[in-house]
């Protein structure tokens, strides 16, 4: 997947609590998270009362915040704590979705150390898991 031109949402281990729940302390894991790979259906008026009910009742809405695209290269993100509620949450939305794990290591001319996160996920190349949870360094070394 082509980054340029894209912004991301860094998600991980030791950031903000880890609310998705993947690697470990002594195994730490961190990702980059294209913003608009989750879908916004059904999306509420532009109104706070009902951005703040969406956020509250929708379960798509289980999410640190939105990042609108606007013309001439603007964006707006709107965070769930903007609207004075709670983040990290307990079952954000990303954490529930399918993972499918697309490392092929063989594209880039780098000596990747063997303990590199970048060589764990490319044991699980293809791979598809049912949620960020289910992946593990184990799943790697078997």
Same mark, same amino acid.
């Given at each position: 997947? +082509?980054?340029? +031109?894209?912004?991301?949402? $860094? ?10 729940? &993947? ?23 532009? +109104?706070?009362? %009902? ?15 939105? @990042? ?14 903007? $609207? ?7 079952? #954000? ?5 399918? @993972?499918?794990?697309?490392? %092929?290591?063989?594209?880039? #001319? ?7 996160? &970048?060589? &764990? ?12 949870? %289910?992946?593990?360094?184990? %799943?790697?070394?078997?």
């Amino acid at each position: 997947m +082509e980054l340029l +031109e894209r912004t991301l949402e $860094l998600v991980g281990t030791h950031i903000n609590g880890n609310p998705y729940g &993947f690697g470990s302390k002594k195994r730490p894991l961190h990702l980059l998270v294209c913003h608009g790979s989750l879908p916004i259906e059904n999306p509420p008026p532009l +109104e706070l009362m %009902d951005m703040a009910a969406w956020f509250k009742e929708s379960e798509r809405a289980r999410v640190e915040g939105i @990042v609108w695209h606007c013309g001439a290269g603007t964006l707006v993100k709107l965070h769930r704590y903007h $609207l004075g509620l709670e983040w990290p949450l307990p079952d #954000p939305f990303l954490a529930s979705r399918p @993972v499918s794990i697309n490392v %092929d290591l063989t594209s880039f #001319p780098w000596d990747f150390e063997t303990k590199s996160p &970048f060589v &764990f996920l490319a044991r699980l190349n293809g791979r598809r898991f049912d949620r960020l949870k %289910d992946i593990s360094w184990e %799943d790697a070394e078997s």
